[in-house]
Protein backbone atom coordinates (compact mmCIF):
# COMPACT_ATOMS: atom_id res chain seq x y z
CA UNK A 1 0.00 0.00 0.00
CA UNK A 2 1.25 3.56 -0.53
CA UNK A 3 -0.09 6.38 1.27
CA UNK A 4 -0.07 9.72 -0.94
CA UNK A 5 -0.04 13.45 0.10
CA UNK A 6 -0.51 16.80 -2.17
CA UNK A 7 0.12 19.31 -1.52
CA UNK A 8 0.31 23.27 -3.61
CA UNK A 9 -3.04 23.91 -4.79
CA UNK A 10 -4.36 27.03 -4.35
CA UNK A 11 -5.85 30.40 -5.89
CA UNK A 12 -4.75 31.58 -9.35
CA UNK A 13 -6.09 34.02 -12.31
CA UNK A 14 -6.50 32.78 -15.76
CA UNK A 15 -2.80 32.43 -16.86
CA UNK A 16 -0.85 31.60 -14.05
CA UNK A 17 0.76 29.10 -12.41
CA UNK A 18 0.83 26.36 -10.25
CA UNK A 19 2.90 23.37 -9.12
CA UNK A 20 0.88 20.73 -7.51
CA UNK A 21 3.41 17.88 -5.43
CA UNK A 22 2.93 14.48 -4.15
CA UNK A 23 4.73 13.01 -1.45
CA UNK A 24 4.53 9.21 -1.24
CA UNK A 25 5.25 6.32 1.27
CA UNK A 26 5.30 3.03 1.96
CA UNK A 27 5.99 0.83 -1.47
CA UNK A 28 9.23 1.42 -3.28
CA UNK A 29 8.11 4.44 -4.83
CA UNK A 30 10.31 3.46 -8.17
CA UNK A 31 8.27 0.33 -8.29
CA UNK A 32 5.43 1.70 -10.37
CA UNK A 33 4.00 4.36 -12.10
CA UNK A 34 2.04 7.64 -10.85
CA UNK A 35 -0.61 9.54 -12.28
CA UNK A 36 -2.64 12.73 -11.79
CA UNK A 37 -6.91 13.26 -11.70
CA UNK A 38 -8.73 15.97 -11.83
CA UNK A 39 -12.76 15.76 -10.36
CA UNK A 40 -14.65 19.16 -11.12
CA UNK A 41 -18.01 19.71 -9.17
CA UNK A 42 -20.70 17.95 -10.75
CA UNK A 43 -18.66 16.53 -13.01
CA UNK A 44 -16.25 12.34 -13.34
CA UNK A 45 -13.17 12.34 -12.39
CA UNK A 46 -10.77 12.36 -15.23
CA UNK A 47 -6.91 11.76 -16.15
CA UNK A 48 -4.90 14.56 -16.71
CA UNK A 49 -1.48 13.12 -16.39
CA UNK A 50 0.71 10.14 -15.76
CA UNK A 51 4.10 8.85 -15.76
CA UNK A 52 5.94 5.60 -16.02
CA UNK A 53 8.51 4.61 -12.92
CA UNK A 54 11.56 5.81 -14.31
CA UNK A 55 10.04 9.24 -15.71
CA UNK A 56 11.14 8.31 -19.19
CA UNK A 57 7.19 8.01 -20.42
CA UNK A 58 4.85 10.78 -19.95
CA UNK A 59 1.35 11.22 -21.38
CA UNK A 60 -1.55 13.72 -20.74
CA UNK A 61 -4.87 14.77 -21.69
CA UNK A 62 -5.62 16.56 -24.87
CA UNK A 63 -6.90 19.72 -22.46
CA UNK A 64 -3.48 20.04 -20.91
CA UNK A 65 -0.93 18.50 -23.29
CA UNK A 66 1.41 21.91 -23.88
CA UNK A 67 0.31 23.48 -21.13
CA UNK A 68 0.81 21.11 -17.98
CA UNK A 69 3.88 19.08 -17.35
CA UNK A 70 3.88 15.98 -14.92
CA UNK A 71 7.70 14.62 -13.60
CA UNK A 72 9.04 12.44 -10.91
CA UNK A 73 12.11 12.42 -8.43
CA UNK A 74 12.53 8.87 -7.15
CA UNK A 75 15.28 10.01 -4.89
CA UNK A 76 12.86 12.14 -3.01
CA UNK A 77 9.58 10.17 -3.77
CA UNK A 78 7.48 12.63 -5.02
CA UNK A 79 6.17 13.46 -8.50
CA UNK A 80 4.97 16.68 -9.54
CA UNK A 81 2.94 18.58 -12.09
CA UNK A 82 3.57 22.18 -13.15
CA UNK A 83 0.74 23.75 -14.41
CA UNK A 84 1.08 26.77 -17.01
CA UNK A 85 -1.38 29.00 -18.70
CA UNK A 86 -4.06 27.87 -16.08
CA UNK A 87 -7.77 28.44 -17.74
CA UNK A 88 -10.70 28.53 -15.70
CA UNK A 89 -12.27 25.00 -16.81
CA UNK A 90 -8.68 23.57 -15.02
CA UNK A 91 -10.51 24.35 -11.70
CA UNK A 92 -11.12 21.06 -9.71
CA UNK A 93 -9.88 18.87 -6.87
CA UNK A 94 -6.73 17.29 -7.86
CA UNK A 95 -5.59 13.90 -7.21
CA UNK A 96 -2.29 12.19 -7.62
CA UNK A 97 -2.19 8.37 -7.68
CA UNK A 98 0.08 5.36 -7.95
CA UNK A 99 -0.65 2.25 -10.01
CA UNK A 100 -0.10 -1.61 -9.54
CA UNK A 101 2.38 -0.83 -13.17
CA UNK A 102 5.44 0.38 -14.28
CA UNK A 103 4.22 1.84 -17.25
CA UNK A 104 2.17 4.93 -18.47
CA UNK A 105 -1.58 3.86 -17.85
CA UNK A 106 -4.90 6.60 -18.35
CA UNK A 107 -7.45 3.97 -17.06
CA UNK A 108 -8.46 4.54 -13.25
CA UNK A 109 -8.42 1.14 -12.45
CA UNK A 110 -5.12 0.64 -12.76
CA UNK A 111 -4.76 3.08 -9.82
CA UNK A 112 -4.84 1.36 -6.15
CA UNK A 113 -3.64 3.97 -3.83
CA UNK A 114 -4.94 7.52 -4.06
CA UNK A 115 -4.07 11.03 -2.21
CA UNK A 116 -6.93 12.87 -0.40
CA UNK A 117 -6.58 15.52 -3.25
CA UNK A 118 -5.60 19.31 -3.48
CA UNK A 119 -8.11 21.86 -4.70
CA UNK A 120 -7.55 24.16 -7.59
CA UNK A 121 -9.14 27.16 -8.57
CA UNK A 122 -8.25 29.45 -11.51
CA UNK A 123 -10.46 32.78 -11.47
CA UNK A 124 -11.03 34.52 -14.72
Known amino acids: QVQLVESGGGLVQAGGSLRLSCAAS????????MGWFRQAPGKQREFVAA????????YYADSVRGRFTISRDNAKNTVYLQMNSLKPEDTAVYYC?????????????????WGQGTQVTVSS
Open 97 to 113: AASVTVVVTTTPRHYRD
Open 26 to 33: GRTFSSYS
Open 51 to 58: ISWSGGST
